[in-house]
């Protein structure tokens, strides 16, 4: 059981059989053709040698298979992650040096040592420090970055920048030096692989293809711009003016590399590291959960963890660079019928094959056709609805949410992400001090209590029934008590305070000391302090103090009891908490 719980592959592997591997292989068969372009673009997007991205989609889909728990989830080069690595390896090294490979390389293996060492540990649960709407906008802004940075590849300029601006800058002095040519594969090639997203598939389907048919023809439009772009540099002699091309790929399967142990450099890498393996690992994790819920399988998000770290250390050691679980691909094994991982190993034949005996064929390819590839799949990214929906639903998120995307068009990637992380949980903290709270009363004919502003309810002038809609603790019991103090001043002729608890999960310290103060303050003025409807385990809590015992109030099981009890009150002091537990009322 043990064994299995780190090797999923023992699992699913018993009940391998024929069918499943038809449709894994075909699957792998469907991966493998989108794949191999797309692996292509993104090595360039990270500013590496094209080849990396193919070294990048074989070793680390085996190590997926082994390891990794979604059945559908495809592994390898991702924009962002690929983004992201630029802007690490490009702060320690001048990108086309051995210096920038041997950091990229290093990056991976730093990235999958911290994802494998979280997964062992169980800490899968701190990617829940990056909220959907910081997510959302740090992908948002990556996209914006990422199309931004691929227009110099489909204009044919000279062009650089960290942020947005400098790049915007950088476009637009440079945006006289436009190689005609150039920009004649380049547009139509972007135009083309737009309509093939949306278009493609009602003309194949409009032809007499079926429509599931027609879906996995369609994912092969990059292939055809690939295809036909090498034609068009070769016929009409695009490289004498002035298109670049990919050029001379190494031929073969990836080399033995090793990560740099130098400490110096890991020193330089490790944040960017860990930055990468959240987001990665986050990415991967959201796209797995989701496709494996729709066939009501389940991923366990831990062990995820140390498949995606054992998909990162093998792709270092393959001279690869970092990888993670990609989600237009993802979606593809799965709607191409992949039933188990294996489909990625098969995967990992097939871009194996191409390293071996396709590289010589793209010589011609142009740079512009890889940029537009790169364009097309980020802009799908960015969401434009996302900060409309927040704004209408929850300030405070869109906040985080903008804030996340300015950073990272203005400071870059990582701080996007550390910023946005930073404004997160500043937003929770002051969300958490800032507890709702409501006047109740009760709803006339039931035993049901509802906000006196919300609901037609009845109360009375000596009873204050508040519920607190929060667990009390260090960052708003100092909150708690000048609230109830002041809704006490407001009204002279109380008798009687009610906190109703029934969704106070905890009171720490610090949450008790302000209820001790606050049963003091009111018992000074004369007034009693009551809880109704405390959960079983706070009360457990509450006994193994004195606070009970010094109650000038009492604990009552509901707040229909504490209610109707408190209404009859005639002006005499309440019975002691032992009268009412006597009586079985807590």
């Known amino acids: 059981m043990m064994l299995g719980r780190y090797f999923p592959i023992l699992e699913w592997g018993r009940t391998y059989n024929r069918s499943v591997l038809t449709n894994d292989m075909m699957a792998a068969v469907i991966v493998t053709i989108m794949l191999i372009p797309q692996s292509l673009a993104y090595a360039l997007l990270a500013g590496l040698p094209p080849v990396v991205g193919l070294y990048a989609s074989i070793l680390p889909l085996v190590a997926y298979a082994i390891f990794g728990t979604s059945r559908t989830l495809a592994v390898g080069p991702v924009a962002v992650v690929s983004l992201m690595t630029a802007s690490a390896a490009g702060a320690v090294a001048a990108q086309g040096s051995a210096e920038y490979l041997e950091a990229a390389i290093t990056l991976a293996a730093i990235s999958g040592v911290m994802l494998a060492i979280l997964g062992f540990l169980r800490l899968g649960f701190l990617a829940n420090l990056l909220s959907h709407p910081v997510i959302s906008g740090f992908i948002t802004a990556s996209g914006i970055l990422i199309a931004t940075s691929q227009l110099k590849h489909v204009l044919g300029i000279k062009a650089g920048g960290d942020n947005w601006p400098a790049m915007l800058g950088s476009l637009a002095s440079n945006i006289a030096d436009i190689n005609i040519w150039t920009l004649m594969v380049g547009v139509p090639v972007t135009l083309f692989l737009f309509w093939v997203r949306k278009g493609a598939k009602p003309a194949l389907m409009a032809l007499g293809l079926k429509s599931r048919a027609a879906d996995m023809t369609a994912k092969a439009g990059p292939v055809v711009a690939v295809a036909l772009t090498i034609i068009a540099v070769m016929v009409f002699g695009l490289e004498a003016k002035g298109v670049n091309i990919v050029g001379a790929i190494p031929q073969g399967l990836p080399p033995f590399a090793l990560p740099s142990t130098d400490m110096s450099l890991i020193e330089k890498l490790w944040v960017p590291a860990l930055l990468i393996s959240i987001i990665g690992f986050v990415e991967s994790v959201s796209v797995a959960q989701t496709l494996a819920a729709k066939r009501r399988q389940r991923i366990a998000p831990d062990q995820e963890l140390i498949g995606l770290g054992a998909s990162n250390i093998a792709s270092a050691f393959s001279g690869g660079y970092p990888v993670t679980g990609g989600f237009a691909r993802s979606v593809v094994n799965f709607d191409a019928g992949a039933e188990t991982p294996a489909a990625g190993a098969y995967t990992a034949v097939g871009i194996a094959l191409a390293s071996l005996f396709l590289t010589p064929l793209l010589f011609n390819l142009p740079i512009a056709t890889l940029a537009a590839t790169i364009i097309v799949a980020v802009l799908s990214l960015v969401d434009l609805k996302t900060p409309g929906q927040l704004w209408r639903y929850s300030k405070a998120d869109f906040a985080a949410h903008v804030a996340t995307i300015g950073i990272t068009l203005l400071a870059g990637v990582e701080m996007g992400v550390i910023a946005g992380v930073g404004v997160g949980l500043l937003l929770y903290l002051w969300r958490a001090s800032r507890p709702h709270a409501a006047i109740v009363g009760r709803v006339p004919e039931t035993e049901h209590f509802r906000n006196v502003e919300r609901h037609s309810v009845?109360?009375?002038?000596?009873?204050?029934?508040?519920?607190?809609?929060?667990?009390?603790?260090?960052?708003?019991?100092?909150?708690?008590?000048?609230?109830?103090?002041?809704?006490?001043?407001?009204?002279?002729?109380?008798?009687?305070?009610?906190?109703?608890?029934?969704?106070?999960?905890?009171?720490?310290?610090?949450?008790?000391?302000?209820?001790?103060?606050?049963?003091?303050?009111?018992?000074?003025?004369?007034?009693?302090?009551?809880?109704?409807?405390?959960?079983?385990p706070v009360t457990d809590r509450l006994k193994r103090t004195h606070f009970l015992e010094e109650l000038n109030g009492n604990l009552y099981l509901s707040q229909d009891r504490a209610f109707a009890d408190l209404m009859k009150d005639t002006g005499e002091p309440a019975p002691p908490v032992d009268h009412y537990l006597a009586r079985g009322m807590i």
């Open 458 to 536: 009845f109360t009375v002038p000596h009873v204050l029934s508040i519920r607190i809609d929060e667990s009390l603790t260090y960052l708003n019991a100092r909150w708690l008590e000048e609230y109830v103090l002041e809704r006490v001043a407001e009204r002279p002729q109380l008798r009687h305070v009610i906190l109703m608890c029934s969704a106070v999960n905890e009171i720490d310290a610090s949450g008790l000391e302000s209820l001790e103060a606050i049963n003091h303050r009111l018992g000074d003025g004369g007034i009693g302090l009551h809880l109704s409807e405390v959960k079983g």
